[in-house]
């Protein structure tokens, strides 16, 4: 096998990467050459038809180009790998909107197989790649999902105490925990963004405080106490709000939080940042036991702002548009299951 100098790097410029780039790394070997430059085996014939054209570089340059992204969707997860397979035609069309930068490691003839080999490392918008794989979820099945009501019980918290328990002192002590105390609101900034970007997929987002009725009502006081003191709600919570669910015939029911950082003084810009971590999950209340259909994990998000409530609105609409592109995602890929 013989080895070709790299015929192109393209680099990144000296700023830093936009936020949310990744690094992936892909390979692909396409066959070069014209038919009469192979045997009916393959193989080549004359060293002269294994020069490889231009057509035949960009076309192996894609095809690891892809190749790098499907590595990068299975390390995420194993929804977002199924996503990307389904949604490979949509992605190999708009690649210059998920690949922000790529260097070609290595290109290399096969003389004897008469293929070309390609390995390139690219720089890949996780934002990007998900736009894409949503609108496709979207897409392939927007009937399906036409009128589909989602209620969203996902809160906004933000640390109000720490109590740590007394030392007692003496050779054998007992370490406990920090009892942590949240502050806990209704995300009603979280919710009008979230709200825009279901609407566009077909999931329509009801307001829980509209459940509130009859055995419901104090739903979501019990809610805002619960995640005031503990990560997720009591049983006893969450049977009231799934029944609250189907009295309303809200199919699906979105519990979490979304706790926001204090806010600092970026040293650079001189402005406010502030972050958010995101934390939900998604359960199917139509069936007699409820199921979780969607995940997300604690995820963090920061923006700036000119003051703490500008950057707690700009973090606020990133964690949104990250939770409605994820819950798209994986609601779009179960219907299709």
Known sequence: MRRLTPWCALLATAAPLPAQVAVARGEASVVI????????????RR???????????????DAA????????AQGISPAMAAAFDRARSEVAGRL??????ELELE??????????RVVLRVDVSDAGLRRILSAAAATADAEARAGRGLALMVMARAVAAVERPPDPGGAATVERADLVRYDVTTAEDLAATLGSVLARKGITLVD???LEEGDAIGLLDDIRFDYAF?????PQTLRRAVAAARAAQVPLLALGTVDVGLPRRDDVTGHVRRSV???????????PVPRTVATVLPTERSALGLDARASRTAAMTLAATLLGEELVLQLGLKDLQ
């Open 33 to 44: 050459g014209p038919p009469e430059c192979r045997d009916a085996a393959g193989r080549s």
């Open 47 to 61: 060293k002269a038809c294994l020069e490889p054209a231009r057509a035949e570089l960009l076309a192996a340059r």
């Open 65 to 72: 180009r892809l190749a790098a992204l499907a590595n990068y």
């Open 96 to 101: 210059d909107q998920v690949i922000m930068a």
């Open 107 to 116: 290109r290399a003839v096969d003389s004897a197989a008469g293929l070309l």
């Open 208 to 210: 829980a405080a509209f």
């Open 230 to 234: 503990a990560p997720d709600v009591r």
């Open 277 to 287: 971590i995101v934390n939900a999950r998604v359960l199917d209340v139509t069936s």
